[in-house]
T-cell receptor
Framework: AQTVTQSQPEMSVQEAETVTLSCTYD???????LFWYKQPPSRQMILVIR??????QNATENRFSVNFQKAAKSFSLKISDSQLGDAAMYFC???????????FGKGTKLTVNP | NAGVMQNPRHLVRRRGQEARLRCSPM?????VYWYRQLPEEGLKFMVY????????ESGMPKERFSAEFPKEGPSILRIQQVVRGDSAAYFC?????????????FGPGTRLLVL
């Protein structure tokens, strides 16, 4: 069975600083996708970033980047120059190649301190 | 391009009543997914549908829950004889045609409260 583990239930960061959220996953497949979604207090699920497993290059979206370690099955999210609006729950998700369903971790609550 | 639409946003039902949750996918998307989020938990997959077909319902409870995605109109998640344990946020997501590994875009969710 697929599992996604987020080992940090809560994290905090000072505004303008950098924070890294951890995620590990388990799969026997070689082709799959990984995602980070953000859920602010409104509870809307917002895509932050996506990584294809066959790509060695780490995905980047503005202040958000990932450290994808395929052999270690690790997919961490780095947020640079943190802003107050980044405060939210962050969910790591995994989509096994050929499967339609996303498997989510339990989330990390990020607090940004002014 | 309008995003994924869900209604109602909030739904209150008494035990034993029926709940109907609606989801309109993004324009051009014909893959629809339903997920449930219990308090303090991540989202759990329930069902995946294409137009007029249920493709994967491995996450759906065997009783009281059903889903459809008709040729015309929104996808419907139906919960019969609701119980308090059904209280949760139900999210719908959609992805494009011929793109089974594309990003899933989520709607705002329906918060179901069973009294």
């Amino acid at each position: 069975a697929q599992t996604v583990t987020q080992s940090q239930p809560e994290m905090s960061v000072q505004e303008a600083e950098t924070v890294t959220l951890s995620c590990t996953y388990d799969t026997s497949e070689s082709d799959y996708y990984l995602f980070w979604y953000k859920q602010p207090p409104s509870r809307q699920m917002i895509l932050v970033i996506r990584q294809e497993a066959y790509k060695q290059q780490n995905a980047t979206e503005n202040r958000f980047s990932v450290n994808f370690q395929k052999a270690a099955k690790s997919f961490s999210l780095k947020i640079s120059d943190s802003q107050l609006g980044d405060a939210a729950m962050y969910f790591c998700a995994h989509n096994q190649g050929g499967s339609e369903k996303l498997v989510f971790g339990k989330g990390t609550k990020l607090t940004v301190n002014p | 391009n309008a995003g994924v639409m869900q209604n109602p946003r909030h739904l209150v039902r008494r035990r034993g009543q029926e709940a109907r949750l609606r989801c309109s996918p993004m324009k051009g998307h014909s893959h629809v997914y339903w997920y449930r989020q219990l308090p303090e938990e991540g989202l759990k997959f329930m069902v995946y549908l294409q137009k007029e077909n249920i493709i994967d319902e491995s996450g759906m409870p065997k009783e009281r829950f059903s889903a459809e995605f008709p040729k015309e109109g929104p996808s419907i998640l139906r919960i019969q004889q609701v119980v308090r344990g059904d209280s949760a946020a139900y999210f719908c997501a959609s992805s494009p045609l011929f793109a089974s590994q594309e990003t899933q875009y989520f709607g705002p969710g329906t918060r179901l409260l069973v009294l």
